[in-house]
């Protein structure tokens, strides 16, 4: 039999989960903060598994809760999904939208672009969280997540968005310091900057494609980065060269603030890819936020 009880509780696990506290939970869901700790308790007894830990500072998933989590949330939003459906929410885009996005693409492709969608979509809200890693990047209700690079056998909806090349650049400064590295073997007489790979910890390593021919360059540079923002500011200022890609850069490419090295060398493709949970047709703002970021890649 249906279990409206179970149902309620599973919504104000989720709801603690997005707010972070007890307290913030309540306040979405017109509770006292001692009514969502009753309902947890009830759901916990229900269930027989300890759902938070507990202190001062947070409340987080135990092991067991972020398993549970992970299994009842999609499950939740395809109940909401059908009744937005059913309300004709499947024509309109409105409604919140969480996403999980890679730092390059929120900061450099996405953020100066978010007026033209606001603008196009009045009853869309953004819910924008940056992260590069893949670990639990659907939890919290996140509708869709974009990582780089190719993906892993997962449960999840991969939908794969573009490629774009991988390429090397610096600031006019720096070259006229340092002169233009001719072919790739070049490049380990310069200053590099070093981006940390944030699946394994380590920076990427350095290789150079053209065509068939892979050429890979042992680096040691003095800065390793993981933030975009900070990376290409380095690379503007001089600090030296920067391997990026090429998605983002057009206008820094354009004014001239960042000079393109080895071009015939720039064969590498990367791919980015779209995450998301379930395998219904997507709900309106989903669809106009894939056909958005579709859009402003192609001129990115």
């Not at 707010?19 to 947890?40: E, K, Q």
């Not at 499950?75 to 929410?89: F, K, N, W, Y």
């Amino acid at each position: 039999m249906f279990d409206a009880r179970l149902l309620s509780g599973v919504g104000v696990m989720i709801a603690v989960v997005e707010a972070g506290s007890f307290i913030r939970a309540a306040d979405a869901l017109g509770l006292t903060p001692s009514g969502v700790s009753r309902a947890i308790a009830r759901l916990e007894m229900r269930i027989g598994i300890r759902l938070f830990d507990r202190n001062p500072r947070a409340v987080v998933l135990t092991e067991e809760g972020r398993r549970f989590h992970a299994q009842v949330a999609p499950l939740l939003s395809g109940i909401a999904e059908a009744a937005e459906e059913a309300a004709g929410a499947s024509a309109a885009v409105r409604g919140r939208l969480k996403l999980n996005l890679d730092p390059w693409f929120a900061r450099i492709v996405l953020a100066p672009r978010l007026p033209e969608l606001t603008t196009r979509y009045p009853e869309l809200s953004l819910e924008l969280l940056v992260s590069n890693h893949r670990e639990d990047m659907m939890a919290g209700g996140v509708d869709l997540a974009l990582r780089f690079g190719p993906p892993d056998p997962s449960a999840l909806i991969a939908r794969r968005i573009l490629e774009t090349r991988i390429i090397t650049c610096a600031s006019p400064g720096y070259l006229a310091r340092r002169g233009t590295p001719k072919v790739p073997q070049d490049v380990a007489n310069h200053e590099t900057l070093l981006f940390r790979d944030p699946q394994s910890g380590r920076p990427f390593n350095w290789e150079f494609h053209r065509r068939k021919n892979v050429v890979e360059i042992p680096v040691d540079g003095r800065v390793v980065m993981d933030d975009p923002s900070a990376a290409l500011a380095a690379c503007e200022a001089g600090q030296g060269l920067f391997q990026s890609f090429e998605l983002g850069l057009a206008q820094w490419l354009a004014s001239g603030k960042l000079v393109q090295v080895l071009g015939e060398w720039s064969d590498e493709r990367f791919p980015l890819y779209a995450y998301y949970p379930s395998r219904r047709q997507a709900p309106a703002k989903l669809r106009a936020f894939l056909e958005f970021i579709h859009r402003i890649a192609a001129n990115a």
